[in-house]
């Protein structure tokens, strides 16, 4: 039990959590109801549905509301009165969903939320109108059972998340005094493991490239030609393999330069870590695994840069063999970044790498796909330590510290735009099947995340008072 | 002019084919106009018309005749009587013809055999009933003119070539005693240029691969996984790059044990052809050219082994950019062989080379594909001597001594089911669009190639009685 549960005004929300358990289960059944899928215009009314859904939720809480237009679906905003003296928190969440496709895998419809196990499966029961809802009725407690917010809430509900959110960055840019805040909270990951809440603070960065390599201008026979004419295939993987040494680093100079090391209570958080190797090793049906000298698996893919070639073609792939020296030879491969490596100077130091390594007979066009820097908030954030608190009243359990090795653009937007630091909540499992059939959410962890963003109200209040 | 042209039977062979000129076209129109396309069964009369052509213009010659039936289309064989004291030489040609597929590309009719600007246009012109029919005029010349051969020549005259010969093989292998041979007479190549004709003395083998390399049970998130689990696709580069060396140098150890040297002769020879390596790379676009240092352009196609991917494929290949970690990468490649590189056991270098380059997390497969053997024959044969006389005879230029970067499997069924040197005498061009619309073939070399086959038989019958 910590602190914060024994404040009075915090009890008396929880009591409040706790007793209408069961109502906030059937609201977010309503919600789960309404097949709000972006992505199909079939479904357009439905996505106009559940943002009325959530406007009229919001206004009966009191808050002020608007429904914002855009080129695509609105975007909910609300809002509860400033606070003197007290931080402001952004609940960033989205209303739409993933289509339900393949309808015929699921056992229950997608959108006729069944309770399994303690599990309500439905289409958005995690991703993201399930987590998304614990914020709404946290906030709706609060204003029940205490008349008032400790601090002041702002509420960004998209519409769009499931389609790459193509709004939201102009409107947080032609928003920022409005939307002005301390922290953005987020709940739209999972936890490290069933019983293990997570909090992740970092995500790694993104350098996705294109490589084509053109040698003679047709696929020329590889029996006339072989030997005398350079092959673009040959060149391609020769290139490739430059990239990497022999210790699994990265070999664009200066590449690690701008690298921020782990803390030493960063590797020691995630030694502590359920994390098993062998498991690791046995469910992806692999004899071992390779990376960069000197760092675990987790450290690889949280906190160290990395390459993947994401795909590779070139002249005959079809049955059977083919004497040919292909004319053409492409790779996709994107760099993994951390914090503070620069997706602009990385993308220069590999052009500058590249060049000098194009062999004669071969011409290189090297496309630049998106670039995205990598973030991390540093673990002794005031911030973090309230979400963990928060997490340990709503839990019972004191959450780990987890960072994730692929990037969430709108993270980046948020702490960019506004400046804030960005909380990542998540109360999902790892196997909730997001995008899949059978979408599923705990409903204890739907209560508990409810308690837990109910805490972290006055976690957060109660900081700024503190500071 | 050379002696054999004094030669009084000779002379009188070489007048009868100058005063025939004209009747050998219109023979060898005859025969084009038949449409023997192996490869389509609607076509199956003609490919019987064809061979019937061939038989009853060898029965009217006065050889000994068969139609050898197979399991596809039949083989005509024919011979002349035994000479005591003379060697025997086989021709080897093809009836059968590549589909005239673009139909519609194609100026007068395929099997319309049209004159123009000298040459004539029709499927298989060139691609090898023209150049077949040299060899069969030649000795009707012989036959019609002076009675008898000098020599005893027998005909294997297939029609399955353009479909892999895949009866001809074993035929061979029923037959060796009826085909014992001294040397084997193929015209079905090229010439080095308008106005250099070439005896084309070797080929190079090929052994060749498809590596599949398997990395994790499906694809993975690359941000989530890329750094943490071996990538196959990057693994595929490093393995495929680690082949070949910063000077060409193919690293297989063992390689290059039984690669027989370039003779003086052969470097002197081939650095006085009218090859032009700018002109080279100006027709393949390429702004220069790599491969095994030490050596020409020439060289490195003809007699120098080389490695090249043939074909990739691995991960997302479509537009735009997939954050995907492969599970799965492959590669089709081959190396080019040169005498007396033994494919075998290049494979096992290979499979012994790659075996401990497979990184932790994958699991390698290294399908074999075929292998052949490279062949050439040394410059100092009698054979080629006589060949290069009867060359300058029919065609008033002394031939070059050129080598072909490819395989040209029945050149080697030859030599190793008869023991027979082969003799590749080629009156086509490079520009014959052999296997394209518009195939043609110059009636001069046609009739130049008669006299020369003519030449030849008596160069051949010479040799042997001098030596």
């Known amino acids: 039990m910590t602190t914060s549960e024994q404040h009075p005004n915090l009890i008396q929300v929880l ?21 709000s899928v972006s992505a199909d215009s079939a479904f357009a009314d439905d996505m106009c549905r559940a943002a009325d859904w959530l406007v009229s939720h919001f206004r009966e809480m009191g808050l002020a509301v608007e429904l914002i237009e855009t080129a695509g679906h609105p975007i909910v905003y609300a809002e509860s009165p400033p606070v003197e003296g007290a931080p402001v928190a952004l609940v960033y969440g989205h209303y739409d969903v993933q289509p339900p496709d393949p309808s015929d895998k699921w056992i229950t419809p997608p959108f006729e939320p069944t309770v399994r196990d303690g599990n309500v499966y439905a289409r958005g029961a995690c991703d993201d109108k399930g987590q998304m809802l614990t914020h709404v009725k946290s906030l709706q407690s609060w204003l029940k059972s205490s008349g008032k917010l400790p601090l002041q809430v702002k509420l960004v509900i998209e519409g769009e998340e499931e389609v790459g959110s193509e709004h939201l960055g102009s409107f947080l840019a032609d928003n920022t005094e409005k939307l002005a805040c301390d922290c953005v909270v987020i ?12 909090i992740t603070y970092g995500l790694r960065g993104i350098a996705y490239f294109e490589l084509h390599l053109t040698g003679p201008n047709r696929d020329l026979h590889s029996g006339v030609f072989g030997g005398g004419v350079t092959n673009p295939a040959n060149a391609l993987c020769k290139m490739l393999a430059a990239l990497v040494d022999e210790e699994g680093k990265i070999r664009l100079p200066g590449f690690y330069d701008d690298v921020t090391s782990l803390t030493d209570r960063e590797r020691e958080e995630w030694q502590a870590l359920p994390f098993d190797q062998q498991e690791f090793e046995n469910q ?55 914090p503070d490596q620069d997706p602009a100077k990385v993308t220069a130091a590999l052009r500058a790498f590249l060049e000098p390594l194009v062999p004669p007979g071969i011409t ?16 002794e954030s005031p911030y973090l330590e309230a979400a963990a608190n928060a997490i340990e009243t709503g839990f019972e359990a004191r959450p780990v510290f987890m960072r994730e090795g692929g990037s969430i653009p709108i993270v980046n937007q948020f702490h960019q735009r506004l400046g804030a630091e960005v909380l990542l909540l998540g109360w999902g499992q790892n196997d909730d099947n997001l995008h899949s059939p059978n979408e599923k959410f705990s409903l204890i962890d739907f209560h508990r995340g409810v308690r837990a963003s109910a805490a972290l109200w006055h976690e957060l209040a109660s900081l700024a008072q503190g500071q």
């Open 284 to 338: 992806l049906d692999v004899d071992g695994v390779t990376g960069e000298a000197g760092f675990t698996t987790l450290e690889r893919r949280w906190a160290r840069p990395s390459l993947d070639i994401n795909g590779m073609t070139s002249g005959y792939q079809g049955e059977g063999a083919k004497t040919v020296l292909p004319t053409r030879a492409s790779a996709k491969f994107s760099f993994r970044l951390v």
């Open 187 to 198: 709940s739209d990951t999972s936890q490290f493991a069933p019983g293990v809440p997570a």
């Open 364 to 379: 290189m066009e090297l496309v630049e796909y998106h670039g995205a820097a990598g973030i991390a908030f540093p673990l």
């Open 15 to 35: 009591d409040f959590v706790d007793s209408h358990r069961q109502a906030f289960v059937d609201d977010l059944f309503q919600l789960l109801r309404i097949p």
